[in-house]
């Protein structure tokens, strides 16, 4: 036994057989592994193609750290690169072997974050949704992040479960800040699929006009962090003339806050981000007599308590779409109050036929809420009948303001842009810097309008279009904005017009010029 013992053990020959090349692997493992963040976070930062700000690396540090605790949230104003540090996270993660990744954002966004990850830190990911699910399996089990939206993998909620994720980063984390009710039913299932997984929540607006927000956030990465809903409520009520906490409970909330929430300010960073200094132009405008009495019309309908044409557990979010297009233009909300007006015809004649009741109209422009929907609830539809004469009413009153809308051809709006952009051109010009212009509006049929009202204003065949439903990737649309292949340096003077469609919050509409001729 001796003797067996003896052959066993390794010799001091074989003991040192380690090459320079294996001892700098060795060594390259051990700080891999190292507790300190900055010394984890080196590899990542060698093999990244991004050149990162020092707030970035404090983010990306502070995130490290926070991921044995359950994780935090990275709340740097917009354009800071919150992205990048939450990529910064992944690639140390998967470099550690840590592969065990989920993405959650918005539908939209998830071609962008595998765009990123592919270009800026040479990392494969899976973009999973109801196309890809398979028949059997799970779809969330895969060797590379995966990317799927919000309301994805709140109804998978059982699979996403059954992962044991590394971490689980979720993008547009305002878009949960209700997580913390009863009746919101995506939050609820994605709290209950993630509890005790690490989380990193991004988000430009923890906290936009109720302190719950923030408080319904937080919970998302622990419950204990701010206590139970009614202790929070109490302890930090907000006083009623200035609406802030007072001194105490405000400094108290910022130290709870602390070890969880990391956030840099534009303000913060101005030493070494270069911001664009920009000056603002006003082109004032009326609306015309026609416009202004559409408008007071419409209004007037829209805050009624009751209507016939909008379902009334929608209503709420249905009257923020039927604003939004009453302002974009008459071009937008003319089709809208004409399919209301059909829609209630039809449900007036299924009605004398002692038929069953049609649905409600829904514009399509609704979809972009989709996601949001649950925030926006007002709980069941209401079974309360309508009367035949309340909609014989409302139809005629709908179809009177839908032929007003299209009777206005000249928008004041719209005008008053051709004249805007003579005027920012020419001091564009006269400053030397590149003439162009982007327009943001809030529907195609607006897009449209635009298209047409510039093209007669010495713009025609120097404008593209873009929308959220054009199809393609980040890639394609990135050469789009970039100019036309037969052009790709002679473009001087460009039109930039962005717009919401029905498919995405984040639409736009680019209108790209060439050189006058």
């Keep these: 036994a001796v003797m067996g013992a003896e052959d066993e ?49 404090e983010a990306a540090c502070f995130a490290m750290d926070s991921l044995s605790r359950g994780g935090c949230m990275l709340a740097d104003e917009v354009g800071l690169g919150k992205t990048i540090e939450a990529g910064m996270v992944i690639a140390q993660l998967v470099a550690e072997g840590k592969t065990r990744i989920l993405i959650l954002a918005p ?32 779809c969330f089990d895969q060797p590379f992040p995966v990317i799927c939206s919000h309301p994805f993998a709140a109804n998978k909620a059982a699979l996403v479960s059954e992962i044991p994720w590394d971490v689980v980063i979720i993008d547009e984390a305002h878009r949960l800040r209700n997580a913390y009710k009863a009746g919101h039913k995506t939050g609820q299932a994605l709290r209950a699929s993630l509890q005790g997984r690490p989380k990193l929540l991004l988000t430009a607006t923890p906290l936009q006009n109720d302190l719950m927000e923030l408080f319904g956030l937080v919970t998302l990465l622990d419950e204990q962090i701010l206590g139970p809903e009614h202790a929070f ?20 909330l ?11 300010l534009r303000r913060q960073v101005r030493e070494y981000v270069r911001y664009t200094n920009r000056r603002s132009i006003v082109e004032d405008f009326a609306p015309s007599a026609e416009e202004h009495d559409l408008y007071e019309k419409v209004s007037e309908y829209l805050r009624r308590s009751e209507v016939a044409a909008i379902e009334p557990g929608k209503k709420t979010l249905l009257t923020l779409c039927y604003r939004k297009l ?46 949001d929907g649950e925030d926006w609830s007002e709980g069941s539809s209401s079974d309360k009948p309508v009367s035949l004469r309340t909609l014989e009413s409302e139809m005629w009153e709908l179809k009177q303001y839908a032929d007003l809308a299209d009777s206005i051809k000249v928008n004041a709006k719209g005008e008053a842009l051709a004249r805007a952009l003579e005027r920012t051109f020419k001091v564009m010009k006269g400053q030397g810097w590149p003439e162009k212009a982007l327009i943001f509006t809030e529907s195609k049929r607006t897009q449209q309008y635009l298209n047409t009202l510039l093209s ?36 001087q003077r460009s039109l930039k017009s962005v717009g919401r469609t029905h498919s995405t919050p984040r639409a736009r509409l680019l209108a790209m010029g060439v050189p006058r001729s």
């Design 233 to 252: 409520r109490s302890r930090y009520r907000p006083e009623g003339e200035t609406g802030g906490l007072p001194g105490d409970a405000a400094s108290e």
């Design 326 to 371: 009453l302002a974009s233009s008459t071009y937008a909300i003319a089709p809208t109050l004409r399919r209301l007006s059909d829609n209630l015809t039809k449900r007036l004649e299924a009605a004398r036929l002692g038929q069953r009741a049609l649905g409600f109209f829904e514009p399509e422009e609704a979809r972009q809420y989709a996601e």
């Design 9 to 57: 053990a390794p010799s001091d020959t074989q003991a040192q057989t380690l090459t320079p090349f294996h001892e700098r692997l060795l060594a390259e493992e051990l700080t891999i592994k190292s507790s300190d963040s900055r010394e984890r976070l080196a590899g990542a930062l060698a093999e990244a193609r991004v050149d990162l700000n020092p707030h970035q690396l």
């Design 107 to 138: 539908a939209v966004l998830r071609a962008q974050w595998n765009s990123e990850l592919r270009e800026k830190f040479d990392l494969e990911s899976v973009m999973v949704d109801g196309r890809t699910v398979r028949a059997t399996g799970n």
């Design 456 to 491: 007669q204003n010495g713009y025609e065949g120097k404008i593209s279009l873009l929308s959220g439903d054009a199809g393609g990737g980040p890639e394609e649309r990135r050469a789009l904005v970039n100019g036309s292949p037969e052009h790709p340096r002679k473009r």
């Design 254 to 264: 910022k130290e709870r806050l602390a070890p969880v929430v990391q956030r840099t």
